[in-house]
């Protein structure tokens, strides 16, 4: 589901503000952890580097983090996914018609409209996050510093046993 305007901004990014201590930051290229960090999370968390993934691994990333999140969301649970500066996604990881892009009728848009870009797992051109709806755990993605960052002790103990598999570099 698409989020409106109204629940975007006083729910979830308020949240990714405020709860990941998210600093936006297009300049910083490295896995520096002495300063510039472009989150603050105050829940155990792991980084891992990305950009040695082959395009068979990225290609596969989809969906074996969804069996993940299907995993850690339990029966009912949903995943926030909000793409800076874009739309942004309230969904059941269980439900595949819920994970893909959707027109939006808006008359005050050249053509009547726009495209709201369901976001990858691979942060490849903005910061993605998929974030429990209850903020417990997620996993936001830095595009310039080729990161993913999880948190939340379910998901790190999930990927934990993985990421090598996905060609990631475990950097925290």
């Not at 979830?12 to 952890?33: A, C, E």
């Not at 995943?79 to 008359?107: G, M, T």
């Not at 993605?141 to 990631?168: A, D, K, S």
Request: glycine letters at 6%; hydrophobic letters at 35%.
């Amino acid at each position: 589901m698409l989020l409106d305007d109204t629940e975007l901004e006083n729910t979830v990014w308020q949240k990714v503000f405020k709860l990941l201590g998210f600093k936006p930051d297009s300049t910083v290229r490295t896995h520096n952890f002495t300063s510039d960090m472009p989150f603050d999370i105050n829940l155990d968390f792991s980084v891992y580097a990305i950009e040695n993934m082959s395009n068979e691994q990225i290609d596969a990333m989809g969906d074996t983090i969804r069996k993940i999140l299907i995993e850690a969301t339990g029966e009912n649970g949903r995943i926030y996914a909000p793409d800076c500066e874009h739309s942004s996604f309230l969904y059941n990881p269980r439900n595949s018609d819920e994970q893909k892009s959707v027109w939006v009728d808006a008359a005050r848009y050249f053509g009547g409209g726009y495209c709201a870009n369901f976001p990858p797992f691979y942060p490849d051109a903005d910061y993605y996050f998929f974030i429990d709806e209850n903020f417990r755990f997620g996993y936001p993605g830095h595009p310039w510093r080729q990161e993913v960052w999880i948190f939340g002790e379910l998901l790190i103990h999930r990927f934990e046993q993985i990421y090598e598999n996905l060609g990631w570099t475990k950097i925290k």
